[in-house]
């Protein structure tokens, strides 16, 4: 359905416009009728196919640089992964306390990685869906970040870690004691137990809803946007509905591609951080 389809069936139509691009492509225990995910076993191919396309988009583009790298005359690509390179590397200096071989690699991969499935925000709403439709794809979400699926297990990925180096560094006994022990002392254990698990459940959700809650905005921002040419532009008002339009578009772009971006470094920064407080033997 695309947005000028939308207009002319009024409301309605524009729910359903909403409704319907921001419907992933379900496989397995979807409901039949709302195409949503109705138990465990159900997946997002199109969350799936872009998160892993932008994946293997990095490591093709990685491989094919490190054959091609030239240190007396760096070409502009290589200057610019460089200064990418060299700003990762300096937030770790300045973030993580101590040394640990994981970390820059991971920072770089969570910042460039997430930042490219927030780009796939700024493609126009309805292009990618137009084509998908034409192979039969009734349903076609394109940006993995506005899917809580996505932002989650990234979160629990970093999480994972967070709990497997605290107890490497700290201890099991270590890790436990910062459960009874903080933040008011031995007298209030199951206080301190409730307080400690609460801040520790907070880092991944986070992560989590901070990243999804900006990108599934933005893309609702983009879909209101390419409603006012179908549900308003209607004969001669297309002649001041569809410049707005432009207009609208072009400036949320611009500032849109400042929130993928700082998104992106948020989430690799907090990522740093939670795995530098996981690293330290001071409680908190």
Known sequence: ???????????????????????????????????????????????????????????????????????????????????????????????????????????LTVFVWVWLMNFMDLIPVDLLPAIASWFGINYLKVVPTTDLNTTLAMSLTVFGLIIYYSIKVKGAAGYLKMFLFHPF?????????????????????????????NLFAGELVFLLIALIGGTLAVGAAALFWFPLQVVLDLGWLIFHLLIITLQAFIFMVLTIVYLGMAHTDEDH
């Open 1 to 107: 359905m695309s947005a000028t389809e939308s207009g002319s069936s009024g409301g309605s139509g524009t729910v359903e416009y909403i409704q319907h691009h921001l419907t992933n492509l379900c496989v397995g225990d979807c409901d039949p009728v709302t195409h949503k995910a109705a138990g465990f076993w159900a997946l997002h191919v199109d969350t799936l196919f872009f998160s892993v396309a932008l994946g293997a988009l990095i490591i093709a583009v990685s491989w094919n640089l490190t054959r091609n790298l030239n240190p007396d005359t760096p070409s502009g690509f290589q200057n610019f992964v460089e200064s990418i390179l060299d700003f990762v590397s300096t937030n770790v200096r300045d973030t993580f306390p101590g040394h640990n071989p994981l970390i820059a690699p991971l920072a």
């Open 185 to 213: 002392g031995k007298f209030l254990v199951p206080v301190n137990v409730v307080m400690t698990l609460i801040e520790e459940l907070a880092k991944p959700l986070s992560l989590a809803l901070r990243l999804f809650g």
